[in-house]
């Protein structure tokens, strides 16, 4: 059973362009949330998707969006690029919204760098 | 942003010794989760506890989730190399909301198990 998967792995940006992350999820999963990683800051939830509509964001500014398509695949969109948007960008997916009784499976992450 | 509290920050042992981390939180959750992390790939689901007092195993790993619902902890007995990496616990609280389906992370814990 093919896991969640990330695309790109890595990414390197220019400080003010924009940039498409791509998540794909278990299949069958039909929730995907997205995680932002850093050194200071850890594990910060982004948002999560169910059915195509977004059921909960985090404390991100609105730079940061993010869509479900009718296949469960996920986007995440960061808008106008800063150095402090560098991190490993988690996608994690479940079967049912709020990670049911599965607990979230997450992917490899794309790690993007702003310069 | 909110994060739990997780202690130890990093532990270094001796191949076979039994290692013991917690998670400590103001906030209550209706799950806890706990996931490891090697360098360069996601965080992988451990162990996932969704009542309060149960104690659970997989393999050589326990985990409990506390009875006031504000804690956690993890314990791994006879450690081998293969033990290393970052552990994170999780917690998750199921109120709709704005905290539908967020996860809350810990610091995270570093583990290093010298042969």
């Known amino acids: 059973k093919a896991g969640v998967t990330q695309t790109p792995r890595y990414l390197i940006k220019t400080r003010g362009q924009q940039v498409t992350l791509s998540c794909s999820p278990i299949?069958?999963?039909?929730?995907v949330s997205w995680y932002q990683q850093t050194p200071g800051q850890g594990l910060q939830f982004l948002f999560e998707y169910f059915s195509e509509t977004q059921r909960n964001k985090g404390n991100f500014p609105g730079r940061f969006s993010g869509r479900q398509f009718s296949n469960s695949r996920s986007e995440m969109n960061v808008s106008t690029l800063e150095l402090g948007d560098s991190a490993l960008y988690l996608c994690?997916?479940?079967?049912?919204?709020?990670?049911?009784?599965?607990?979230?499976?997450f992917g490899s992450g794309t790690r993007l760098t702003v310069v | 942003g909110q994060q739990l509290n997780q202690s130890p920050q990093s532990m270094f042992i001796q191949e076979g010794e039994d290692v013991s981390m917690n998670c400590t939180s103001s906030s209550i959750f209706n799950t806890w989760l706990w996931y490891k992390q090697d360098p360069g790939e996601g965080p992988v689901l451990l162990i996932a506890?969704?009542?309060?007092?149960e104690l659970t195993s997989n393999g050589r790993l326990t985990a409990q989730f506390g009875i006031t619902r504000k804690d956690s902890f993890l314990n791994i007995s006879a450690s081998i190399p293969s033990d290393v990496g970052i552990y994170f616990c999780a917690g998750r609280l199921d109120a709709g909301g704005t905290s539908y389906g967020k996860l809350t992370f810990g610091q995270g814990t570093i583990l290093t198990v010298h042969p």
């Open positions: 299949s069958g999963h039909r929730s």
């Open positions: 994690a997916s479940s079967v049912l919204p709020r990670g049911g009784n599965y607990g979230y499976t």
């Open positions: 506890l969704y009542k309060a007092g």
